[in-house]
């Protein structure tokens, strides 16, 4: 679904989805290229992806020959960089790969001249810890802080002031109560797998998940 942003005019153009049409059709709509008003409505688009090679959390964005589009497209993973010890600007890549031309952020670069536009990548293992170099399993708490960390970020990049009663506002309702977990600790595992089974649990792959999840408070 990533590779299917293809252009009106693309010949490779062979297969159309749902999906993608439909936010196509949306920014379409809201954000036309043609119409100066809504096109400046559009600031920043957002891929979010799950990665099976790399740790951390990192950035795949579009590459332009301007200087001084380069160091705005490069000020937003840096910001994220400072921000939070999840992402890495290291393994952050900026290029126009012929082969990725249809994927999403490319895509949008390319239609509605958008420089922000990004791939989230999250790695599917886990995070650099600074202090050891070691690699630190993601938590579903690490997700969340994360997505502070981004909202913060994007607020900065575009020098919008967020007072501290905004921070408070900006992340009510994300209070869960988190019990859709998976436990490193063998002893720990089998503890909670007595407590799940009477509760729908189950255990997969040798780690065990919980697969119900609970309400906000």
Known sequence: MNRCFFSDDDPEAKMRLTEVE????FM???????NPEKRAKLKMFL?????SGQRDIFIYAPHSQSEEVMTKIRNFPAI????SP???FDGCKFGNEKYKKNCARLGVYRDYDLNHSYTIESSCWGYT???TDATIQFKELDFIKFGKELAEGIARQFQINVSDQDRTSMFTGLDIQLDFAMY?????TKKKAKQLKKKGGKALGGKLFKMTQSQPK
């Open 22 to 25: 439909h936010i196509r059709s």
């Open 28 to 34: 379409d709509e809201n954000f036309a290229k043609k």
């Open 47 to 51: 891929d979010i992806h799950a990665h």
């Open 80 to 83: 994220l960089d400072s921000l």
């Open 86 to 88: 999840y992402f890495n």
């Open 129 to 131: 810890e600074q202090e």
């Open 184 to 188: 490193e600790d063998e002893r720990e």
